[in-house]
């Protein structure tokens, strides 16, 4: 990038991190740049919506969630989420998984059940597509042979359930947000789907300069 061309600074290049107290507005620690300060507006319109009561009971039920794990170090991500169903009042959840991580789906599926959930779990290649029938044709498809996911069948089949909260479980880039898009349960995420690096997306991050060198190397 050319260093005569300014830009805007984000949270992500900023360097300062004093937002994570309360106090940084009143004692005058948070940068001029800050985007706390630029969008003084809409953070009253977002803390108003936070105090919806839909909102509220899951804000505050991450808070009631105890860190701590069941062997004593920090809760794992199956135990915070749990935490949460349990803090928000969520009996019945769906699993939205990809079909190629059914194990890891039905393993978290026993652990709900026997932790006193209902559990509901469909997966993606229910109502099964051709691909043509998204206009792609076979010379464009990188998975000759193989019925497109339906991640928005997905979340109406979970709708028709009245799920009270959804689990997605490795759906594939781009399907995870259309299954979010049509949920009308709130979603988080178990796991983000990364064959490559046994599903631990972040991995090569801290390995940056180095595993992405040659994307790098563009900005």
Not at 18 to 42: Q, V
Not at 69 to 81: I, P
Not at 103 to 128: P, Q, W
Not at 140 to 167: H, M, W
């Amino acid at each position: 990038m050319d260093p005569s061309k300014k830009r805007d600074i984000y949270c992500t290049d900023c360097g300062v991190r004093t937002c994570i107290r309360c106090s940084a507005d009143a004692d005058g620690t948070l940068p001029d740049y800050c985007m706390s300060k630029r969008f003084e507006a809409i953070r009253e319109e977002a803390r108003e919506e936070s105090r919806k009561p839909e909102n509220l009971k899951i804000m505050q039920g991450f808070l009631k969630i105890n860190p701590t794990g069941l062997h004593g170090g920090q809760a794992t991500r199956v135990e915070m989420l749990m935490g949460l169903f349990r803090s928000v009042g969520a009996k019945k959840i769906g699993i939205a998984t990809c079909y190629g991580l059914l194990n890891e789906a039905r393993t978290f599926s026993r652990i709900l059940r026997a932790n006193g959930f209902d559990v509901y779990g469909i997966n993606c290649k229910v109502g099964t597509m051709d691909k043509a029938d998204l206009d792609v044709p076979p010379e464009e498809d990188p998975y000759p042979g193989e019925s497109s996911c339906n991640p928005i069948l997905q979340a109406k089949i979970l709708n028709r359930f009245r799920t009270d909260y959804n689990v997605i479980v490795g759906l594939c880039v781009g399907h995870d947000a259309l299954f979010s898009k049509y949920s009308e349960a709130p979603v988080s995420t178990l796991v983000v789907k990364d064959f490559a690096l046994g599903h631990n997306s972040v991995a090569c991050l801290y390995q940056a300069d180095s595993y992405y060198k040659g994307l790098l190397e563009k900005d």
